[in-house]
Each structure stands twice: as structure tokens, then as C-alpha cells.
């Protein structure tokens, strides 16, 4: 079930690289451990083995999607050299391959001039790009959505800027009456967009915003961690095609290539549409950027040392897979689109549960009806182990009620809250599983609730 024919392709290179060695001095490897090496590596696969299967189309759960065998393959082909990112004297080949790939990822929004790099993961992203706008706007406001990832608030603390969150609505976006009312109290410095949330993907309403920045003349980052890739698509719906029409005017954008754009962790990335940003990361470290002339990515980072060995990944499998519309890459998300929708369709379908609203990327919540809110979230869970049990692994989530107010139909609302299963179906693979996916989970709800399998639904 796990790739392994991909690895004499990887031999086959490793060769290639070390012809390019060739001419040096002949090295004895005197390695420690070499002679225990096969049995702690037998080890480690019997620990490894406690794992959720992540590479699986069962496994529906959480943001979890495999590398490609390129980025994988790539990736341990560079960790022969272990090259460093932060400095070109130590990653000279991959840091020119990260300014390629990253050059490529900015190209989806339209920017040609601007600044970047591929940093950790998200949320170092998101420190840089918040980082940023603090600097420029010192001691104003940072606005993000209620269900926008947690950092933004974790962050602005670790930098110590004034955050506050805006409430959504029912649809999980970033309400705009309440923005506007809290932007006409001014001081606001930032406002964050989410094209993507980690909880249901709501995509925050960005044009709206933007008609909102020509009056009060905030900075608007978009943490585009997750749906960014999006961009690429043509099956998203009307409002979310719009807001990823437009992202290429925010000031900085956040996108993560170990999510949609099958990296192993982490590899993230930030991207300033103002290339003069770099001014504010200027710094000396003469034992460090003495080899060359030319811009070493560390000198427009936060991050010193990184692994030049997710560039090589990133570069190869956007060298195999560009980013354009219509390709093989761009497909696959469109798969996962379609996957969700068809489930989504599904358990609206069915009497038995209870659904927020039409999922805008590749995730969807969703819920059992009861009597109440404490029964409707106690089910939630007994459904999740029960689907575990048939290998189906899924995940939960707790939601505000106003999510699901047009489909409560006098629900006992004895909590403020509703704990709901939530599944995120980014593989390509979902979509043929949708009906396998299904029946599992009907299964796991009959058991739980007793009764048939399936209901057609009731008239609203």
C-alpha cells in the first residue's frame, strides 16, 4: 500500500549526485552505528506503525494529505547534503531552487515584483507577515475573523500588537457589519482574511474587504495557509471564486505547501506584495553572508537555519506538476472540491443529520439530529469512535449555533456550542471513495442511533 517503487528512481539519482563529488579525495565512512543501523530501523517502522493511516482515503479527518513521491523522493535525495537555506554558502542550489518555487507560487496571485520565502510552516508564515504589519502600523489593532486559526491571536500576543476578533456569520465568514462597525472606531492597523477557515473552510468575503480598505486605509493579510492553492480551480462557487479572484491585492498572503501542495512538513510560505518590506529584516551577521553578493535568504527572514531539502522537494514537484489552471495539480483539488460536495449532498439527503452549510473548499461539517444540543454533540462523538472502528477516521469539531440555525427545527438549545463531525476530503483519491466513505459512515450512525441505514429527508 506504501510506495516503494518509487525508490530505485531515487537510487538511480543519488548516483547522478554523487558523480558530481567525484573529483574530490576519496572519504572512508566510518559512520557510528552503521552495524545496528538495519534493526533500529526495523525499530522505527514497528513504532511508526501507530499511526493513523493518513495516506488513505479512510482517513478523512484532519489536514493531513500525502507528499507526492517526488517531494518525498526529492527531499531525501537533498538530505545527502543536508543543505542550509539561510545563507547561500549553505544551500547555494536549493536557495536558488526556493526563490524558483516561490516564484511560482506568487505567480498564482499575479505578482511578478515582490518578497518571499518558504519558512517552517503557517504559522511562522503568519508571525513574518504579522510581524510586518506591526512594524508598519506599530500599536494598532489586528483584526481576524472568530474562526480564523487560533495563531493570529497566540501571535499578536507573542508580539505584543492589540488583536481582536471579529465575529462571522452564519456561514463561518467574517461578518462585515460587525468589521465595519469596528473599523469606524479606527485604530486598526491589519486585517486578516481567511481564505480557508481550519474549521469548516469559510472563505472570508474579500472584495468586500477590499471595498473597506479604499476607506479606512488598513493593511489586509490573507491567510491563505490552507485554501490558497484554490486559486487554481474552476468548480468553487460563486462568492469563493470571487475572493480568490482577488488575492493578488492583499499585502501579504500566507500559503502552505505541506497542506495542498503535497510537501512533507514544513513548508511554509509569505509572500509581501511590497518588495520594500525587506528593509525591515535588515541585519549583520558577517560570518555568515560572506560568499556572495547576491540576496541571501536569511537576510528576509526571521527563521535562521532552514532545510534547503523542502525547496529541492517544493521545486521538483512543481517542476512535475506545474501551478497553472487545467493541469494535473490543479485537477486533483478540484477532485477533492467535487468529492465534498457530493458527500455534503448526500447527508443533506438523509433525515438523520443535521448540516451547518454547502461546504466552499473540500470540508464539511455535519451532525445527527436530536432533541438538543448536548444530545446532538454526545452522538457526535459516539458516531466518531464508531466510524473508527470501521477504519472510517474522522474528526470533531465544536461549533457556534448559529451555524446551524436554519436546520435545528426546535432543537433544544441548552448549549451555545455544537460538538459536530467535521471531514476533510483533500486527496484526489476522495472522490472515488465518496460512496465507500458513505456507507461507513451510515453504518456507524445506524449503530449508534439504531434503525435503518438511510433516510430520505424530511420536507423543510
Known amino acids: 500500500m506504501l510506495d516503494q517503487k518509487s525508490l530505485s528512481a531515487l537510487n538511480k539519482a543519488l548516483k547522478k549526485l554523487d558523480q558530481g563529488f567525484g573529483h574530490l579525495p576519496p572519504l572512508e565512512h566510518g559512520v557510528a552505528g552503521m552495524d545496528r543501523l538495519a534493526?533500529?530501523?526495523?525499530?522505527?517502522?514497528?513504532?511508526?506503525?501507530?499511526?493513523?493511516?493518513?495516506?488513505?482515503?479512510?482517513?478523512?479527518?484532519?489536514?493531513?494529505?500525502?507528499?507526492?513521491?517526488?517531494?518525498?523522493?526529492?527531499?531525501?535525495?537533498?538530505?545527502?547534503?543536508?543543505?542550509?537555506?539561510?545563507?547561500?554558502?549553505?544551500?547555494?542550489?536549493?536557495?536558488?531552487?526556493?526563490?524558483?518555487?516561490?516564484?511560482?507560487?506568487?505567480?498564482m496571485f499575479g505578482w511578478k515584483n515582490f518578497l518571499g520565502h518558504l519558512c517552517g510552516g503557517g504559522t511562522m508564515a503568519n508571525l513574518e507577515a504579522l510581524w510586518v504589519a506591526g512594524q508598519l502600523h506599530p500599536g494598532k489593532t489586528i483584526?481576524?475573523?472568530?474562526?480564523?486559526?487560533?495563531?493570529?491571536?497566540?501571535i499578536s500576543g507573542v508580539l505584543q500588537v492589540p488583536f481582536e476578533s471579529v465575529p462571522t456569520d452564519k456561514l463561518g465568514r467574517m461578518n462585515l457589519g460587525a468589521l465595519a462597525s469596528r473599523l469606524e472606531r479606527g485604530d486598526v492597523g491589519t486585517v486578516v482574511a481567511s481564505m480557508g477557515t481550519t474549521a469548516t473552510g469559510s472563505?472570508?468575503?474579500?472584495?468586500?474587504?477590499?471595498?473597506?480598505?479604499?476607506?479606512?486605509?488598513?493593511?489586509?493579510?490573507?491567510?491563505?495557509?490552507?485554501?490558497?492553492?484554490?486559486?487554481?480551480?474552476?468548480?468553487?462557487a460563486e462568492e469563493a471564486k470571487q475572493a480568490?479572484?482577488?488575492?493578488?491585492?492583499?499585502?501579504?498572503?500566507?500559503?502552505?505547501?505541506?497542506?495542498?501542495?503535497?510537501?512533507?512538513?514544513?513548508?511554509?510560505?509569505?509572500?509581501?506584495?511590497?518588495?520594500?518590506?525587506?528593509?525591515?529584516?535588515?541585519h549583520d551577521s558577517p560570518y555568515t553572508y560572506f560568499s556572495s553578493a547576491e540576496l541571501h535568504l536569511g537576510e528576509i527572514s526571521l527563521e535562521c537555519s532552514r532545510p534547503g531539502a523542502a525547496a529541492a522537494a517544493l521545486w521538483a514537484t512543481q517542476k512535475l506538476l506545474p501551478l497553472v489552471k487545467g493541469g494535473e495539480f490543479a485537477r486533483g483539488l478540484e477532485c477533492g472540491r467535487t468529492a465534498a460536495m457530493a458527500l455534503f449532498e448526500k447527508l443533506r439527503a438523509d433525515s438523520r443529520f443535521l448540516t451547518a452549510f454547502a461546504p466552499?473548499?473540500?470540508?464539511?461539517?455535519?451532525a445527527t439530529r436530536g432533541a438538543s444540543m448536548s444530545q446532538v454533540s454526545a452522538l457526535s462523538r459516539r458516531i466518531f469512535k464508531a466510524a473508527a472502528q470501521r477504519d472510517l477516521h474522522l474528526a470533531v469539531a465544536e461549533l457556534?449555533?448559529?451555524?446551524?440555525?436554519?436546520?435545528?427545527?426546535?432543537?433544544?438549545?441548552?448549549?451555545?456550542?455544537?460538538?459536530?463531525l467535521r471531514s476533510v476530503l483533500m486527496k484526489p483519491e476522495h472522490l472515488d471513495w465518496v460512496e465507500q466513505i458513505w456507507a461507513l459512515l451510515s453504518a456507524s450512525t445506524a449503530e449508534i442511533l439504531g434503525g435503518g441505514t438511510s433516510h430520505a429527508a424530511n420536507p423543510v
Request: glycine share 8%.
Open 39 to 107: 534493526e533500529v530501523l526495523g525499530t522505527t517502522a514497528e513504532r511508526l506503525k501507530d499511526n493513523y493511516p493518513y495516506f488513505h482515503p479512510l482517513y478523512a479527518g484532519q489536514m493531513l494529505k500525502p507528499p507526492h513521491p517526488v517531494a518525498r523522493l526529492a527531499y531525501t535525495l537533498a538530505m545527502w547534503i543536508n543543505p542550509n537555506n539561510h545563507a547561500l554558502d549553505g544551500g547555494r542550489a536549493t536557495s536558488v531552487m526556493e526563490k524558483e518555487a516561490v516564484t511560482e507560487i506568487a505567480s
Open 360 to 366: 466552499e473548499l473540500d470540508i464539511l461539517v455535519f
Open 143 to 154: 483584526l481576524a475573523s472568530e474562526q480564523a486559526h487560533y495563531t493570529h491571536g497566540r
Open 400 to 420: 457556534p449555533v448559529h451555524f446551524w440555525e436554519e436546520n435545528l427545527r426546535g432543537m433544544n438549545r441548552d448549549r451555545e456550542t455544537l460538538t459536530c
Open 244 to 282: 480568490f479572484a482577488r488575492i493578488g491585492e492583499a499585502d501579504s498572503i500566507v500559503i502552505d505547501p505541506h497542506k495542498h501542495g503535497l510537501q512533507p512538513y514544513g513548508c511554509g510560505c509569505v509572500l509581501f506584495r511590497d518588495p520594500g518590506v525587506g528593509r525591515l529584516y535588515k
Open 203 to 236: 472563505v472570508d468575503p474579500l472584495r468586500e474587504i477590499l471595498a473597506l480598505q479604499s476607506k479606512f486605509g488598513f493593511r489586509i493579510h490573507v491567510d491563505a495557509a490552507y485554501g490558497g492553492y484554490f486559486v487554481l480551480t474552476e468548480n468553487l
